[in-house]
């Protein structure tokens, strides 16, 4: 507890090594009770409002701890360790952003001014890198298409000066990666003879030797679904964006088939451009190779009736729950059980070991495909939900387990010294109930700690009260209308949150401001759409779920949040449905239990873009009017930050009119 004191304290480490350093007593306590729960073994949840610096408050104790535990000499000392780290600790975060965050600012921050010894390193899935054998083997045998020979250039000019590998240095398509990155399956290991050279392996060496490790959810629970296989051992997890970790783990806990999955599996073997693994075979017999492309042809054919049924089952809706063994007919099997087996000769008769393991590799997942097909046709896994999916052209087939409760618990906190799990939303009125219930975490110790924002001072929440509730025929129209008034007053700067696409394009086809630039969603990437909307004065961003989280506005940029409807979950959703009734079953109401403290963690999620500096200030509207009507609103309210509440739209003017005379702030414009 001493030495946290001397990080965080006024005079402590940080405050002589951190520019514009504040003393946060929340960063303290936070600090604090994580450094407790490492030396007593514990899980811990902490909700750390926005401005904490949770980031620092994790990272200190969980840093200390390794370091403590790996040697004497923990910080301001010379490395005493070489090879292996035998502790560590494992950093898992939801959104790239805060992994760069971590990566390239606050942990080199810390080695370089405090913990001198300190190891760190990104974690990514392997198909992030790209394959020098792969490549080589691309090149010699012209897999590359003629209209891909400029990315080809550009990528062997980028393998000349690389030092990670790593895709996100490069622009480059989807197809043409597919070709060359790593694929494990198809990795020959030490056996390979670029293995020295190898940017993966490389990763991996430096990853065994840190201390550190940061990661996604997604590689996490890829690393938990392939039984501990994927990253180095680790004693303890911090869990950042932890609100997402139930709907993270069901994916990839889950089974899955796909037309795309198919599709790769068969070009993968041969092509229908005449690429794949049967080409380089130039010792395969025409009989042969005509027999396995007849196979391939077959394959195609049937698995395109299969998927085609699927997508005439789903009758123009996106997703579909499944609900009877069989739902669709099995034409895929028999002709790709025997590709398998002629892939099976095809492998007795190689006489070369390296084209054994790539044929070998192709045979397991023509396997795997097999065994998921009938997992998820014969619906043989209790306790799961079976659905299909339509998302542009994809067409997915899929089994999701329903609580993950005990999968959690059993497979992932119980085989961990502690695990950490902090966000600015774990919280619902005031308490952990909902979050421990849905995680398995019962026993896990709580913390919540306010922001220090001032939110009385620095917001005003409005409440349309009086626009009619979302079942009425004329709610659409009355709502636009309202966020065509807001709009109006505030003159762009504003970022609007809506439910549905539907609701999203009536929107931006109906409301027109004059002098205010409106993007949505899907017009560009999302990185691409914030850009234009920060340097865009008079502009407003139209976007759905993926704009409630994980956009980070600061300052003038962005000076107010309209929130169209509460953002309860489809009730009809397949996963939603499920888990439901799983609470049914239990003689728990799902609408208490589910549905109302799901949507208050994603309300607050949208209501957080909103403050991100003790600077800013800035308006939230909620045009919901159910907040105020039904018994449920309070616990909605309650789980907010507490701030001004108004249901006059004139007080949003008054707000601007008082914030005008605020020093440095810039609220309002000449329009």
């Known amino acids: 507890m001493k030495m946290l004191n001397n990080f965080f304290g006024i005079s402590g480490v940080l405050s002589k090594t951190l520019h514009a350093y504040e003393q946060r007593p929340e960063q303290q306590a936070m600090a604090e009770a994580i450094d407790k729960a490492l030396r007593n073994k514990n899980h811990l949840i902490v909700e750390a409002g926005t401005g904490v610096g949770k980031s620092l408050a994790y990272l200190v104790p969980v840093i200390e701890w390794v370091l403590d535990e790996n040697s004497s000499s923990r910080y301001f000392g010379t490395n005493s360790l070489s090879g292996s780290s035998s502790k560590r600790v494992v950093v898992s975060t939801y959104t790239k952003a805060l992994q760069r965050q971590l990566i390239e600012k606050e942990l080199p921050f810390l080695r370089d001014n405090i913990f001198k010894n300190l190891r760190f390193a990104l974690c990514l899935g392997s ?13 010699t045998h012209g897999l590359f298409e003629i209209d891909e020979i400029r990315e080809t250039d550009a ?4 393998i000349r000066g690389t030092d990670t590998g790593i895709r996100a240095e490069i622009d480059i398509r989807g197809s043409l990666w597919q070709k060359v990155c790593r694929e494990g399956d198809l990795c020959y290991g030490k056996d390979c003879k670029l293995f020295n050279r190898c940017f993966y392996q490389k990763a991996k060496a430096n990853e065994r030797r840190a201390h550190v490790l940061v990661t996604n959810h997604h590689l996490f629970f890829a690393h938990i679904a392939s039984g501990w296989q994927v990253l180095p051992h680790f004693d303890i997890t911090v869990f950042d964006e932890a609100h997402e970790l139930e709907d993270v783990a069901a994916d990839y806990l889950g089974v899955e088939i796909s037309n795309y999955k198919l599709k790769h599996l068969l070009d993968s073997i041969l092509s229908t451009h005449g690429k794949g693994l049967l080409i380089r075979l130039k010792w395969l017999s025409q009989s042969d190779f005509s027999e396995a492309n007849a196979l391939l042809n077959m394959v195609r ?9 699927l997508a005439q089952r789903l009758n123009n809706l996106t997703t579909l729950r499944i609900h009877e063994k069989g739902f669709a007919g099995d034409t895929i099997s028999e002709p790709l059980s025997k590709l398998f087996n002629q892939l099976g000769g095809v492998y007795k008769a190689s006489g070369d070991e390296d084209e054994k393991k790539g044929i070998i590799a192709l045979m397991n997942r023509c396997e795997e495909f097999l065994n998921s097909l009938k997992t998820i046709l014969m619906q043989e896994l209790e306790g799961y939900v079976y659905w299909t999916e339509k998302d542009g052209k994809m067409l997915r087939f899929v089994a999701t387990p329903i609580e993950i409760a005990k999968l959690l ?9 502690s695990a950490i799990l902090t966000s600015a939303t774990l919280s619902i ?15 896990a110790e709580g913390l919540l700690l306010e922001s220090p924002f001032n939110y009385k001072e620095q917001s005003i929440l409005y409440i349309a009260d009086d626009l009619s509730e979302p079942r009425a025929k004329d709610f ?4 636009i209308d309202r966020l065509k008034k807001i709009l ?6 504003t970022l609007v949150l809506f439910t549905s696409y539907s609701l999203l394009n009536k929107a931006y086809d109906t409301v027109d401001v004059a002098g205010v630039k409106i993007y949505k969603q899907g017009d560009a990437d999302s990185y691409r759409l914030i850009e234009k909307f920060k340097n865009d004065n008079n502009s407003a961003l139209f976007g759905t779920y993926t704009f409630w989280q994980g956009i980070d506005v600061p300052g003038d940029d962005l000076q107010c949040v309209i929130i169209t409807k509460l953002p309860f979950a489809v009730p009809d959703a397949p ?19 589910y549905q109302v403290p799901q949507a208050a963690i994603l309300l607050k999620q949208g209501f957080g873009r909103l403050i991100r500096t003790k600077t800013d200030k800035g308006i939230i509207a909620i045009l919901d009017s159910r907040l105020m009507t039904k018994g449920y609103g309070v616990h909605f309210l309650n789980s907010l930050p507490e701030c001004r509440m108004t249901t006059a739209i004139d007080d949003i003017r008054d707000f601007l009119a008082d914030s005008q005379n605020t020093p440095n702030n810039k609220l309002l414009r000449q329009s």
Request: net charge negative; proline share 1%.
């Open 127 to 139: 198909e992030n890198y790209v394959c020098l054998r792969r490549l080589e083997q691309t090149k």
């Open 155 to 158: 990528l062997l000019n980028w």
């Open 301 to 309: 054919i049937k698995g395109d009736i299969f998927f085609q049924e």
């Open 409 to 417: 618990k059993t497979g992932v906190f119980d085989n961990l010294s």
């Open 429 to 443: 009125n005031n308490n952990f109930d909902y979050i421990k219930e849905r995680l398995g975490l019962q026993d």
């Open 476 to 479: 659409e129209e009355r709502l």
């Open 488 to 493: 109006e007053i505030m003159r762009g700067r």
């Open 575 to 593: 996963i939603t449905e499920a888990r439901m009734e799983a609470l049914q079953r239990e003689d728990k109401d799902p609408f208490s239990h």
